[in-house]
């Protein structure tokens, strides 16, 4: 038990996340996506929703101020346009975490499947809403 840290991140993960440099990318999914098949390391948080996992994620995770859109998002129904209210919610919640607005980059459903074989590694919920994938892309931390 470590105080001050989102009991949701596991050592297993929080040794993930600091081992991961800029730029790396972590895939947080939903019950629907197949993980395993990714050959990545997966970390299963059970029933744990999408934006549980995002709030504890985004606690400790800073998102890569250097590139445009250090969070995907799935697309919806071939509609790039169209989004579902988790995606919605995880969107603002990223941008109040960054304390900046953030704008989602779109990944075809067949072609985020291709994107995520760069993953570094796949944070796994039991949550049933659809088009519940993402991708987070890692910054760094300045000292100030």
Known sequence: MLKGIDPLLSGDLLKILDDMGHGDRLLLV???YPAAASGKP???LGEA???RAARALLS???LDGFVEHP???MEVDDDPDRTT???DELLAL???REGRPLHYGVIPR???YDRAKDAYAVVHTLDAQPYGCFILRKGVIFET
């Open 49 to 51: 929703s999408i934006l």
């Open 110 to 112: 067949l072609e985020f």
């Open 85 to 87: 209210p988790v995606q």
């Open 94 to 96: 990223a941008s109040e």
């Open 42 to 44: 997966v970390i299963r």
């Open 30 to 32: 939903d019950r629907n």
């Open 60 to 62: 400790v995770f800073p």
């Open 71 to 73: 969070l995907e998002r």
